[in-house]
């Protein structure tokens, strides 16, 4: 995948999609080929992180104790205090609330063990406890949080989910097409790394808009008026057949 062919693709869909009254999402799906999902190894499950953000607001929330307590109430946007968890794990409404409006946990290393103990049932199914692979895992003596946050602001989470197929929001159609672009080669150059083939493991990259028709990077769109030509082309090329009298019809 190239960027010339990434910018062609984002050009045509941005071209045949209607404007809408809100901004739409940029949709990567990266088609895979010769996958075996029953084998773990071969099952995609990493983050990314982004160039530049895909433009969704995304909020962090914090299991420290009181060591860090304070610097991660200046960044995040909920903090919880260890000595609070056992509030939280007896109240599931509101902590299925908060879980729903978080996109990324971070936690303190030691506090691990406790966080499992109260929140795992809770986090672990949804996929959003502190994870080490996001860099969400942190020592208590951490110096400064407000780059991780950052970080993880521009951070997605690819997966396959079953299916030979990664889908992900790489960006918004108001978002500039080469911002757009070094997103998708950041998400592709993992995809291809994680694969067991590499190349011959993909099969193909689609982009489309929210509610756009897809379109095939490195392919060469039909749009509609051309597919009329064509039509109208083969229509004038039709053999003109012949009635019962043996006279050829004038009409096709």
């Known amino acids: 995948m190239n960027k010339t062919d990434i910018l062609e693709t984002?050009?045509?869909?941005?071209?045949?999609?209607?404007?809408r009254n809100f901004a739409q999402s940029i949709d990567l799906i990266i088609n895979l080929k010769g996958i075996d999902l029953?084998?773990?190894?071969?099952?995609?499950?990493?983050?990314?992180t982004l160039p530049y953000s895909a433009g969704k607001t995304i909020k962090i929330g914090a299991f420290?104790?009181?060591?860090?307590?304070?610097?991660?109430?200046e960044v995040c946007d909920i903090v919880i205090n260890k000595k609070d968890f056992s509030k939280y794990s007896d109240n599931l409404k509101e902590l299925k609330k908060i879980a729903k409006n978080i996109d990324f946990f971070i936690a303190q290393a030691n506090l691990m063990t406790d966080i499992a103990k109260f929140f795992g049932k809770t986090l672990g199914p949804i996929g959003k406890m502190p994870n080490p692979k996001a860099g969400a895992v942190i020592p208590p003596n951490a110096v400064e949080l407000k780059p991780l946050v950052?970080?993880?602001?521009?951070?997605?989470?690819?997966?396959?989910?079953?299916?030979q197929a990664i889908k992900a929001i790489i960006g918004k159609e108001?978002?500039?097409?080469?911002?757009?672009?070094?997103?998708?080669?950041a998400v592709y150059n993992i995809v291809l790394h994680s694969v067991p083939n590499e190349i011959h493991s993909i099969k193909k990259s689609i982009l489309k808009l929210t509610m756009g028709k897809p379109?095939?990077?490195g392919q060469k769109p039909i749009i509609k008026e051309e597919s009329k030509i064509v039509k109208?082309?083969?229509k004038e090329e039709k053999p003109k057949r012949k009635n019962k009298a043996g006279v050829k019809d004038e009409k096709n």
Do not use: C, G, W
């Not at 029953?38 to 099952?43: A, C, F, G, H, T």
């Not at 420290?64 to 109430?73: G, P, T």
């Open 10 to 19: 984002l050009k045509s869909a941005r071209e045949n999609s209607k404007k």
């Open 38 to 48: 029953k084998k773990p190894e071969q099952n995609i499950s990493t983050f990314v």
């Open 64 to 73: 420290v104790s009181d060591e860090l307590q304070n610097k991660a109430k």
């Open 150 to 163: 950052e970080k993880l602001k521009r951070t997605i989470r690819i997966q396959t989910k079953n299916e």
């Open 174 to 185: 108001n978002m500039k097409d080469e911002e757009i672009t070094e997103n998708i080669l």
């Open 215 to 217: 379109f095939v990077v």
């Open 232 to 234: 109208e082309v083969k």
